[in-house]
């Protein structure tokens, strides 16, 4: 796939909507990527506000529309007393974030306990759901990222790792983990090619890969700023590379 980032700064947010938790311009930012199609969206934010705020509401209609967007989790591994909206919230999302994979092996995959999550009308309209767990080695450097962590009955997938599926096709039940070993994803298939095949991917008793880098970030991928794909008319700016075989990832900064 082609894979593209976009960058949201504060000051585009204050200047479409002077609230800092009213989504307005993500929702418009969704709307007009739609016109390239693209294969997903995966927004690196938690959106946790009152879901009342108009901005919202269009976030929610947006996502809806188009079924291409993902959004993250931030998992807990502490012993917490849950508030009960919480532990509710999540229950609802179960159904939208939660894989019951093959185990091959056992092994001792993270587990989180409780999750922070976008909230529900708008996570239940969502492509899907992964989660943004990091695994920093003692110098504070990530060179490895846990693919699944353990949630309840079930697990749940890294948010890239999600968007990765979907696009290739894969479902939980053709995904074949052997702790301590490898991930296959079964049957693979590849847009456009047409190919299939199993994908191997290695991994350690808890499930984290080893990142494979590409280099400098600025280097390796596409980036554009807000401003940059956007034109005055909230439309895409013409001659962008963003078409329908392109994963999209979104930060604000």
Same mark, same amino acid.
């Given at each position: 796939?082609f894979?593209?980032?976009?960058?949201?700064?504060?000051?585009?947010?204050?200047?479409?909507?002077?609230?800092?938790?009213?989504?307005?311009?993500?929702?418009?930012?969704?709307?007009?990527?739609?016109?390239?199609?693209?294969?997903?969206i995966?927004?690196?934010?938690?959106?946790?506000?009152? #879901?009342?705020?108009? *901005?919202?509401?269009?976030?929610?209609?947006? %996502?809806?529309?188009?079924?291409?967007? @993902?959004? =993250?989790?931030?998992?807990?591994?502490?012993?917490?007393?849950?508030?009960?909206?919480?532990?509710?919230?999540?229950?609802?999302?179960?159904?939208?974030?939660?894989w019951?994979?093959?185990?091959?092996?056992d092994g001792?995959?993270?587990?989180?306990?409780?999750?922070?999550?976008?909230?529900?009308?708008?996570?239940?309209?969502?492509?899907?759901?992964?989660?943004?767990?990091?695994? #920093?080695?003692?110098? *504070?450097?990530d060179?490895?990222?846990?693919? %699944?962590?353990?949630?309840?009955?079930? @697990?749940? =997938?890294?948010?890239?790792?999600?968007?990765?599926?979907?696009?290739?096709?894969?479902?939980?039940?053709?995904?074949?983990?052997?702790?301590?070993?490898?991930?296959?994803?079964?049957?693979?298939e590849?847009?456009?090619?047409?190919?299939?095949?199993?994908?191997?991917?290695?991994?350690?008793?808890q499930?984290?890969?080893?990142?494979?880098?590409?280099?400098?970030?600025?280097?390796?991928?596409?980036?554009?700023?807000?401003?940059?794909?956007?034109n005055?008319?909230?439309?895409?700016?013409?001659?962008?590379?963003?078409?329908?075989?392109?994963?999209?990832?979104?930060?604000?900064?």
């Open positions: 796939p894979i593209c980032s976009i960058s949201i700064l504060d000051s585009d947010i204050l200047s479409t909507t002077n609230r800092e938790n009213d989504y307005t311009l993500y929702a418009r930012l969704i709307m007009a990527l739609q016109e390239s199609k693209p294969k997903g995966g927004i690196d934010h938690i959106f946790t506000g009152n #879901p009342q705020f108009p *901005g919202n509401s269009l976030i929610q209609n947006a %996502v809806a529309d188009t079924h291409t967007v @993902y959004f =993250p989790l931030i998992p807990y591994q502490g012993n917490y007393h849950l508030h009960p909206l919480i532990s509710h919230h999540t229950q609802k999302l179960e159904k939208n974030m939660l019951s994979p093959v185990i091959i092996k001792t995959p993270i587990e989180a306990n409780w999750l922070l999550a976008p909230f529900t009308a708008l996570a239940e309209t969502a492509r899907g759901l992964g989660h943004i767990l990091r695994s #920093p080695d003692p110098d *504070g450097i060179r490895r990222i846990p693919l %699944v962590i353990r949630y309840k009955d079930g @697990y749940i =997938p890294g948010f890239a790792f999600r968007m990765v599926c979907d696009y290739l096709g894969i479902t939980p039940e053709n995904i074949h983990i052997s702790f301590d070993h490898t991930i296959v994803l079964k049957n693979a590849f847009p456009y090619s047409g190919l299939k095949k199993d994908i191997t991917i290695p991994i350690d008793r499930g984290n890969m080893i990142i494979n880098f590409s280099g400098p970030y600025r280097e390796s991928f596409n980036n554009f700023s807000y401003q940059q794909i956007m005055n008319q909230g439309r895409l700016r013409p001659r962008l590379y963003i078409d329908d075989n392109s994963l999209i990832f979104i930060s604000s900064q």
